[in-house]
């Protein structure tokens, strides 16, 4: 008979693989008891039973690495605290390099790797050899070993995971089906099962492959695609010790993870097959689909020429399981945008073992706390745009995902699939002029712009790409006469209210209390004083505001806003309502006023300065600010005026110098005026006052703003961690972010973002420093910095201002 449900919980959770059963263990560990999950069949029964369980400490980026980190961390000492075998050891793991920029690729994982204090060590083929006997290694160039790789035992996690949560007093339901949730006045009030209804006010959607059935419970979009995952389990090989390494022969597209006397081999095909039905049927637990040698084939072959053995010993079994993978290759964590207490944690890529450990933590750490722990950008369900809730739209750019998972990534590689969706106005004027798009949340965005005869099509060389040249010319115009900008996927919305002054007061730090017609460059910040969003506020009229956010936050910093106003404020995302046109340069003046109905002088508008103005017959706001560092005007029109505008100044930049320019440009001119950019540069881990931005921040204003707490508090005592530009003079030093900082010998930090400042001549990157001894700009000024690119050091100097005009004269032009 099965057991009774609880009529009441704090919090629901459904799904009881790896990443439910670890969110109600943190949770329960946290101090909240009342937390019930649900599993429709038994646990770990869905995906998570027939993972590899493969772990990796070194991961892409920062934050991912970090939770892989927590994840072995918790794995660790799971089986200790609970007294249930878990099966995880540290074997190692060998990724496999066939040529040279595969090597670079390594050694530059290895850089970023030591910054976070982990070792990852490249290997000749020779020792790579010796680590796992009979493996043929005549193509490789080299391997890297990361030993603190390992392997656990899913299903044996997944009962520690339970027993832990149990301990601390979770309740856990299996064999409970969901059937709805219950909703009222927009907010959760409970969990409908098969068996009665459980009251709550929050539920966690860790339902796999399923989350996005779950998620259309409430109207919220989980953008995901299940796909079928390939792998083959071999008999048992004589001789095979159990620790050692896995393989990744990441250019043959396969792996090899140790199983118990033999292999688990398989493969991340280039030919994902998607799981098609919508929606998904409900299914029974432990489901396999039907063996497909046809389609695994190709990739055995490659197998068997990396280790031979295989072809002498027998397969007890190929593998056809589903997994759930997302549009960018990341998985998704936190409290949807649609639906307040509703949170999600799913789309592991396959790589559910390895990260779920610690994605429960930080899942449970945010719903306790409200927001989240630190830096969960890259993972954040609020990073996709609303048309990811299309199902083909997810599966077209998901499937380009699955198949490039092991492909090499050039720096500034884009991607192809489901393009073009999101066009400004001006999009084929942009395109006959050259334009070669970018793509960001949607939006076909022009990177550079290649000179006639040449195809506007990236040829990524590391050293010399085929944009560098058209980039600098681009950069040039923008220095010297001026560049026109399309800058129309920025967010844009408007606050209309009488308290709206009072709300954004309290919500940002910077002063929103200014008269209209100016513009307010801001802030918003976690209770820890790190940065949640950058963004400018222009002020209309005494109840009236326009703010403007960067292209990929805006569903993340409209969902921040819109759940920090109160009742009578009312917030309206208007992005696609406008576009963008930015003139900027020394002539941006002079090209406006051949066009413009309205007085551009500095008395009628100065710097920081918002005014409503006509341009070609088109009303148009005309914002000065930019992040280039030159004269110049971002220029706000209803879209159906774009065209007409563009041609117009196209036509009034005739003796003028005026030249289209992309977001290359901009991120170059941007790095000489030491600029940041979130995410990136500033992240939730990063203070105003760390980042030098202490001037943006109202510490006189009465609102309490968030944050405020914290950053007085920081004021009081030494920074210990700080961001600053760093320079390297050796043309050789390629920076582009992710590079290690050292100090006389010491690991301080690493590099955010870089690039090349075609003004100054150099490669220029943005660094985040730590010393807990404080930092202060004597500390800095005495120098004997040093980046790591490649297992090489390059002498480095530090700025504290910006390389191009440091006293900031040619804005206030």
Partial sequence: MAEDIPERARAVIIGGGIVGCSTAYHLARLGWKDVVLLERNELSSGSTWHACGATSRVRSHPTFTRIS??????????????????????????????????????????????????????????????????????DLDCAAYTPSDGQANPSDLVQALVKGAKMQGATICDHVRVTGIRRKNGEIIGVETERGTIECEIVVNCAGAWAREIGAMVGAKVPIQPCHHFYMVTEKLEGLKRDRPGVRDIDNLTYLVPDVGGWMAGTVETNPIPFLPDPLPDGEGYRLYDED???????????????????????????????????????????????????????????GIGAGGGAGQALAQWIIGGEPPFDLGIVDIRRFAPFLGSASQTRERTLEQVAEHFTFHWPFNEYAAGRPLRRSAIYERLAANGACFGQKY?????????????????????????????????????????????????????????????????ICPGDGGKEPGRVTYTQMLNRRGGIEADLTVSRLGDDAFYIVTGTGQAARDFSHIARRLRARAAILDVSSAYG?????????????????????????????????IHLAGAPCRAIRLNMMGELGWELHLPTEYMVSVYDALKEAGAGLGLADAGYRAINALRLEKVNYVFPGDLSPDVTPLEAGLGFAVAFGKEADFTGRAALTKQRKAALTQRMLAFTVDDPEALLIGGETIHRNGAVVGYLTTGGYGYTVGKYIGIGRLKDEAGIDDASVDKGGFEIEISRRLFPARAHRRALYDPENTRPRA
């Avoid at 060998?94 to 070792?119: N, P, Q, W």
Wanted: glycine residues 8%; proline residues 7%; hydrophobic residues 40%.
């Fill in 580 to 612: 963008v046109l930015a003139a900027i340069g020394p002539r941006a003046r002079a090209l406006l006023e051949r066009v413009a109905e309205g007085d551009l002088s500095n008395e009628a508008a100065p710097p920081g300065s918002v005014r409503e």
């Fill in 442 to 506: 949607g939006w076909e965005r022009p990177n550079w712009f290649a000179p006639e005869g040449v195809e506007p099509v990236d040829l990524n060389d590391p050293s010399s790409p085929n944009w560098f040249g058209p980039v600098g010319a681009e950069a040039k115009a923008c220095r010297e006469a001026v560049a026109l900008f399309d800058m129309s996927s920025f967010g844009k919305f408007t606050v209309v209210c009488p308290d709206a002054e009072s709300e954004l007061q309290r």
């Fill in 69 to 138: 980190n927590d994840s072995v961390d918790l794995y660790a000492r799971l089986e200790a605290e609970t007294g249930q075998a878990t099966g995880f050891h540290e074997t190692g793991v060998l990724r496999l390099a066939k040529r040279k920029e595969r090597r670079i690729e390594f050694e530059r994982m290895a850089t970023s790797a030591a910054a976070m204090g982990l070792e990852v060590q490249i290997v000749s083929p020779e020792q790579a050899a010796a680590m796992v006997p009979g493996m043929v290694v005549d």
């Fill in 293 to 351: 040698w046809d389609h695994f084939g190709p990739w055995m072959e490659s197998l068997v020429q990396r280790l031979p053995a295989l072809a002498e010993i027998g397969v007890r079994q190929l593998v056809n399981g589903l997994e759930a993978f997302t549009p960018d290759g990341m998985f998704i964590i936190g409290e949807s945008p649609e639906q307040r207490n509703f949170y999600v944690c799913c789309g592991f890529n396959a790589s």
